[in-house]
């Protein structure tokens, strides 16, 4: 049987929750066109996946799902600099940031 | 109980207040907010030390950096959105998409296993008794049982945390350590040292304008 | 075979032209005329290495005969290296020794022209390529040699290039003997799969090795003999080739190159031997060409081009000679028309020269008092070819002649005396009409019977305005060479022409005894003519010839009356005699319009439409391609996260489904 005892409430809440919680960055990702808004919902996104982790290590007893989570946490790290860094760079070259604007791979 | 969907509506409505706020720096207050939140539903999940860490890192680097990205941005020109919405089809089928997710993933989530499937890293914790750790994941797992908070053999505590992290996944945590230093150089490489960017500035225009003629060249062929 | 080690005088005899012919590449521009003397010293002192070797290329005894050189094993069964035995030590010897008279020769001929380097370094490397060829002591080095020759010839040919019927005829040579290039080749298969080796040795020891493919090894073998030879049906190439410097028809298309044929056959007499078919075929056909060639030599007007027919028709002869397994009568007609014929030749050159490239005997008449030599000379030569008592053709062409009935094809030996009779007439024409008589160079070609001449003349004028631009030019400047440099090799060769003969006999003579252990001996059975009679019907024949030529053109009347008698005779020719059979008609309806025509369909219809078509629809359906491909690149950054966005909806479309289904 399933340990959601351990679990305040059960698992299916906790995986609807990080569902909704990873599509509300999604379009926050596809309908904002501000670059840090952008990268704030890709923020929203790993959150969303590292509560599922952390809900599925509680419901199995596993903390691999910590580790997951805290490379997660890691690599959001990395990639909010680098993205940052790029949204300045290109600040500086174009003196906006309207990523509709930067379209110079059109094919 | 409670807390869950206290916590939950919490985290929603700031997760939407992010996305549709108009400015930058309010949505950096509802983030703060929503990783607060979510801290604490780790604390209920028993993970303290993520939930630390989740303050630490989101809330006090992450974030902070925003702040200061869109303090630097924002002085003087108006930044964002100058010109027209090149991609004003996509929203609606963007929303359809969502929603289309939506239905099927709430349809096939109800079908995920609440336990691990066969061989998955299964729990120690089996047969339902704590303290009874199964020897055949006793490498793979933990083998934690509930006790004081802080305590190495409890699940999710710092000691258990960092057994983990420093003794069967060493190699993830230093390769970690290896993705971050990557990442400050690029930083610095990317945005380190102004006067290069200068002439690259000037030097994009260039090619910006030459490829625009070039395509427009090819459209008129 | 032969001396067993090695003998490396060899390599001096055959690398010694090559060494001029590099030399004079590299240096030509400095060298000039002194290319010339360079090229003759090379050949000079290969020929004296030959004259050394004499020794031992003719020691030894039976297969066991003549000096040898390995050079280096290929593959199993291709060991190369180098012979020099009786029958290539006589080769070596004409083509060295000939070959020297005719680079000096030529020094003086080619004086006032710009590209004499070009000329001498061509011409050492055609003496390579053809001592390459007949020192060679298998059959894989023979074909590189016969190859070589082969480009050779059509370097020379096509020496003058700004001429375009000079460079047709290079290429229409060169064709015709990558013809029998290709027939040598096959041979050369037949003989490695059948005899292991490619070596003359091994493979002549034991001849019936190569049964049942031992008739159709010799076929091949003359398919490549015929097309170097110009013997039917591949002869048409040889005539066309007086396109070249009259010093080159003299050495390569007279007096060496042509004659490797004869060299090829006679090198593998053991299977001609074995073979009787063959013997049949190859004297058949050599006959015929004699035959043929005399006969189409009647109705030339141009000097060379009846030494060309001439030479055709004699190499008949030859071919007919050691075909029927006369050999060593065949090689004795190569060795005496090698003289004769590049005397001949080279006379030709003289009057061709004096005459500033006048080369139509209707335009000539009285050039006995204008170039003497050429008339002493040339009159000796024309004595010899014709088989007059005394000179040496007489000696050769008989014993041919009379080896075709000893070996049983009286056929042959008839068509033989005919043939003699029509030589003796068409060469005696040629010596009357050209060095008899008044000078006719002034007249209006019209009235000697020239017909269509303004054509031929804004061609040849349009080549020389050529020249002009890209040489000295040739008959203006009065920079001439010494007399004596072409009088002397003419002489010499005229002197050989008449004196070559008496070393060969009868049965015991030098020339027989030369050939003692290099050609398989046979009893045959008593003829029923004598070689007495035989000898006496070619007089008869030759007298009767010699008579009806004086009697239409030497008469005191026919001389007074040339030019309106050759303008009747112009007119009379009959057609199939000046279209030569309509044999290049034949060829070209037969090959040259059905590759036209091919060609019009794979130009015109295939490549246009198919093979363009088919490119041009992978091009349109890329194009259609990229341009669905293009419209995914939006260069929207939103645009690429909802492809992401969309791949990944699928995926979890997909685990849904898949964890639904379970």
Not at chain 1, 45 to 57: E, G, K, P, R, S
Not at chain 3, 268 to 290: K, M, R
Not at chain 3, 646 to 651: D, E, M, R
């Amino acid at each position: 049987m399933p340990h959601e005892s351990l679990l305040p409430v059960a698992l299916i809440n906790y995986i609807s929750l990080s569902l909704v919680i990873f599509l509300i960055g999604v379009a926050g990702v596809l309908l904002r066109r501000n670059p840090l808004i952008m990268l704030m919902s890709i923020e929203l996104m790993w959150n969303a996946a590292n509560l599922l982790f952390l809900a599925f290590a509680r419901s199995w007893m596993n903390n691999a799902g910590h580790i997951f989570a805290f490379l997660v946490i890691t690599v959001a790290a990395a990639e909010a600099a680098i993205g940052l860094a790029i949204v300045v760079v290109v600040f500086r070259a174009r003196a906006n940031v309207d990523v509709d604007e930067v379209a110079l791979m059109k094919g | 109980m409670i807390e869950f969907y206290v916590l939950a509506f919490v985290l929603i409505a700031s997760a939407i207040f992010v996305i549709t706020a108009k400015k930058a720096v309010y949505s950096v207050v509802g983030l703060l907010l929503h990783f607060a939140a979510l801290a604490i539903m780790y604390l209920t999940l028993a993970a303290e030390f993520l939930a630390v860490i989740q303050l630490i890192v989101y809330s006090g680097a992450i974030l902070m950096l925003f702040v200061f990205v869109i303090a630097l941005l924002s002085s003087g020109v108006a930044p964002f959105s100058v010109g027209p919405n090149r991609l004003p089809k996509i929203a609606v089928p963007a929303i359809l998409t969502v929603a289309v997710i939506l239905a099927f993933l709430i349809y096939g989530v109800a079908h995920v296993p609440a336990v691990a499937p066969h061989g998955v890293g299964q729990s120690a914790l089996v047969n339902g008794t704590f303290g009874a750790p199964n020897p055949s994941v006793a490498q793979t797992g933990t083998g934690s049982t509930h006790g004081p908070v802080g305590a190495a053999n409890v699940f999710g505590s710092v000691g258990d945390f960092g057994k983990a992290l420093f003794t069967t996944n060493l190699l993830p945590f230093e390769i970690t350590a290896f993705i971050l230093m990557v990442a400050v150089i690029g930083v610095i490489l990317l945005a380190g040292d102004a006067a290069p960017y200068v002439q690259s500035r000037r030097r994009a225009r260039i090619v910006e304008r030459d490829m625009r003629e070039a395509i427009l060249r090819a459209g008129e062929e | 075979m032969g001396v067993t080690g090695s003998y490396p005088v060899l390599f001096v005899i055959w690398l010694l032209p090559l060494l001029g012919a590099i030399a004079i590449w590299a240096f030509g521009p400095q060298l000039k005329r002194f290319a010339g003397v360079l090229g003759s010293a090379a050949i000079a002192a290969s020929f004296v290495a030959a004259l050394v070797s004499w020794g031992i290329a003719t020691q030894g005894s039976g297969t066991q005969i003549g000096a040898q050189q390995p050079l280096f094993t290929w593959l199993q069964g291709f060991d190369f290296g180098l012979l020099l035995d009786p029958l290539s030590l006589i080769w070596v010897l004409i083509i060295t020794g000939v070959g020297f008279l005719i680079h000096l020769y030529s020094v003086g001929y080619m004086w006032s022209d710009n590209a004499i380097a070009r000329f001498f370094a061509y011409l050492n490397f055609f003496v390579f390529a053809m001592l390459t060829l007949v020192l060679s002591d298998n059959f894989v080095g023979l074909l590189v040699g016969w190859g070589l020759v082969g480009l050779a010839s059509y370097f020379l040919i096509g020496f003058w290039f700004f001429k375009p019927s000079a460079v047709a005829a290079a290429r229409k040579a060169f064709v015709m003997n990558v013809v029998g290039d290709v027939g040598i080749m096959f041979a050369i298969f037949i003989i490695v799969t059948k005899a292991g080796s490619i070596r003359f040795a091994d493979v002549f020891a034991n001849p019936h090795a190569l049964d049942p493919w031992l008739f159709w090894t010799c076929v091949f073998l003359f398919i490549g003999a015929a097309a170097k030879s110009a013997q039917l049906p591949l002869h048409t190439w040889l005539p066309d080739a007086m396109e070249g410097p009259t010093p080159v028809s003299a050495l390569i298309h007279a007096a060496t190159m042509v004659t490797a044929g004869v060299y090829l056959v006679a090198r593998c007499a053991p299977l001609w031997s074995a073979s009787h078919d063959a013997q049949t075929l190859v004297g058949a056909v050599g006959a015929l060409t004699a035959l043929a060639g005399a006969l189409l030599g009647i109705a030339q007007w141009d000097i060379k081009r009846i030494l060309a027919y001439s030479t055709m028709s004699q190499i008949g002869y030859m071919i007919m000679g050691v075909g029927v397994g006369a050999f060593t009568a065949g090689v004795a007609h190569f060795f005496t028309h090698a003289f004769f014929k590049a005397c001949l030749f080279l006379g030709s050159g003289i009057i061709i020269h004096a005459l500033s490239d006048e080369q139509d005997i209707r335009l000539m008449g009285g050039m006995r008092k204008r170039t003497p030599v050429a008339f002493w000379a040339m009159g000796g030569a024309v004595l010899a070819i014709s088989g007059v008592p005394g000179f040496s053709g007489y000696f050769s062409k008989d014993q041919v002649i009379y080896g075709a009935l000893e070996h049983g094809y009286a056929w042959m030996w008839a068509i033989g005396l005919l043939t003699a009779g029509i030589t003796a007439y068409y060469m005696l024409r040629l010596f009357i009409v050209t060095f008899f008589g008044a000078y006719r160079g002034d007249m209006n070609p019209a009235d000697v019977g020239i017909a269509l001449r303004q054509a031929q003349d804004d061609q040849s004028h349009q080549g020389a305005m050529i020249a002009h631009e890209t040489h000295e030019p040739h008959a203006q400047d009065h920079d001439h060479a010494p007399g004596w440099i072409m009088g002397v090799p003419v002489a010499i060769l005229g002197v050989f022409s008449v004196i070559a003969g008496y070393i060969m006999i009868g049965p015991g003579s030098p020339w027989a005894r030369f050939f003692d252990q290099s050609f398989p001996r046979e009893t045959l059975p008593p003829t029923a003519i004598s070689e007495a009679v035989t000898t006496g019907l070619a007089i008869v024949m030759l007298i009767v010839g010699a008579a009806v030529a004086y009697w239409r053109y030497g008469t005191r009347a026919a001389l007074a009356d040339a030019p309106a008698r050759l303008k009747r005779e112009s007119e009379t020719l009959p057609a199939v005699l000046v279209r030569l059979y309509y044999w290049d008609d034949l060829i070209e309806w037969l090959f040259v319009k059905p590759s036209q025509v091919l060609g019009e369909f794979f130009g015109r219809w295939m490549d246009p439409h198919f093979v363009d078509g088919v490119v041009r629809e992978i091009v349109l359906t890329n194009r259609f391609l990229g341009s669905l491909m293009r419209s995914f690149q939006t260069g929207l950054l939103r645009a690429y996260a909802l492809i992401i966005v969309f791949g990944a909806a699928c995926f979890a479309v997909y685990y849904a489904l898949e964890g639904a289904m379970r």
